[in-house]
């Protein structure tokens, strides 16, 4: 039998998983056997630049505060596996999404994204969305067409002002 101490650890790393699965914007389960250490440290840091952060938990765990925010994702907890938690919506997941492209032994599972559950095809649907930066570009430019065709007008129409006088 467990002693007190051990069991309220435990219960302490269940309510630090649950909040963080509160807190965060995107969750992703993954699992990382065969990565080395430098590749999980190179991702890491990615992360951490994108405001999120990989964090291993023992399945059970991982299961009991899943069961506290009522997600079922027993299928996928087997194996080793890591949990990314990301602050933002989209930057944590492209940036994993990248990472696994580089890296065959990272296997991206599920993941949670604004509280519902997400399937691997969803998160990739995610991942190719333009960063925020890459979008207000592609409005600049957009918009820029209209004002560039404005100028023209203008333009042509004060030629032919002046031809006129």
Known sequence: ???????????????????????????????????TVSDL??????????????????????????????????DFLNGPNAILFGKNLLEPIKVIADFAKENDKLDIRVG????????????????????????????AGGMMQYVRDLAIGLNLYAEQLEKNN
């Not at 995107?26 to 056997?33: A, D, K, P, R, T």
């Not at 890491?44 to 990989?54: C, G, H, S, T, Y």
Request: glycine share 4%; net charge positive; aromatic share 4%.
């Open 41 to 74: 440290s190179t991702l890491r840091n990615k992360l951490r630049d994108a405001n999120a952060e990989v964090k291993i938990y023992k399945n059970t765990l991982l299961k009991r505060a899943l069961d506290d925010v009522k997600l079922n994702l027993d």
């Open 112 to 139: 949670i994204i604004s509280g519902d559950v997400a399937d691997i095809n969803t998160i990739r649907e995610y991942a190719s969305i333009p960063s925020r930066d890459g979008l207000l570009t592609m409005l």
């Open 1 to 35: 039998m467990a002693s007190q101490k051990v069991l309220n650890e435990k219960k302490e790393i269940v309510a630090e998983i649950t909040d963080k699965i509160k807190n965060s914007e995107s969750v992703i389960l993954f699992q990382y056997q065969g990565l």
